[in-house]
């Protein structure tokens, strides 16, 4: 959590999916300035953690998991 939250939103990082995805950078953090960023802006004070958990990461997710499934990046992982 950045030192000036909550007037700045936070970094968002799945570490396991570092260098996966184009929409990723330096170590795992999630690339949310363009839509996130604006967005939490307008929203200060009001917006907290799990706003950027549903808001951030929830959009990211959407398109990002179907594509790392299609290309074979992210598999099920079998019982054993």
């Not at 968002?12 to 300035?33: F, V």
């Not at 808001?55 to 790392?68: I, K, M, N, R, S």
Request: proline share 10%; with cysteine.
């Amino acid at each position: 959590i950045p030192v000036t939250y909550p007037t700045t939103a936070p970094e968002i990082a799945i570490p396991e999916l570092d260098g996966k995805t184009a929409k990723m950078y330096r170590g795992g953090k999630i690339c949310t300035s363009d839509h996130f960023k604006p967005l939490w802006a307008r929203n200060v004070p009001k917006f907290g953690i799990s706003h950027a958990m549903a808001l951030g990461l929830g959009p990211w997710l959407a398109v990002e998991v179907p594509d790392l499934i299609a290309r074979g990046i992210v598999k099920e992982k079998q019982n054993q």
